[in-house]
């Protein structure tokens, strides 16, 4: 089982740049494909960005190709999403996601354990 947990969010304006991590538990972190979603108010989780289990591979959503930058450091249990170029529609709670499969799945379904997320707010 993994544990995540997410830090990083805040209150940015726009164009400007915020970097989250989540950290995970155990010592099969490098076994587990990684995600980010996201999730406004009144709307429904949005996927943001996958990374394969090496850090080799990575996919992002069409809404945030170019800006952000999923990352991952296996030897510190720890994904990254480096945001750049923050827009107001940005803002929701982000949440990373650990699943046991390799692919860079960009539905909830590929995951199998999520955060608690986190809160990023981009004023204008």
């Known amino acids: 089982q993994v544990q995540l947990v997410e830090s990083g969010g805040g209150l940015v304006q726009a164009g400007g740049s915020l970097r989250l991590s989540c950290a995970a538990s155990?010592?099969?972190?490098?076994?587990?494909?990684m995600g980010w979603f996201r999730q406004a108010p009144g709307k429904e989780r949005e996927f943001v960005a996958a990374?394969?289990?090496?850090?080799?591979?990575?996919y992002y959503a069409d809404s945030v190709k170019g800006r952000f930058t999923i990352s991952r450091d296996n030897a510190k249990n720890t994904v990254y999403l480096q945001m750049n170029s923050l827009k107001p529609e940005d803002t929701a709670v982000y949440s990373c996601?650990?699943?046991?499969?390799?692919?860079?799945?960009?539905?909830?379904?590929?995951?199998?354990?999520w955060g608690q997320g986190t809160q990023v707010t981009v004023s204008s």
């Open positions: 996601a650990a699943g046991t499969s390799n692919v860079l799945g960009s539905t909830p379904n590929w995951y199998d354990y």
């Open positions: 155990g010592r099969t972190f490098s076994t587990y494909g």
């Open positions: 990374i394969s289990r090496s850090g080799g591979s990575a």
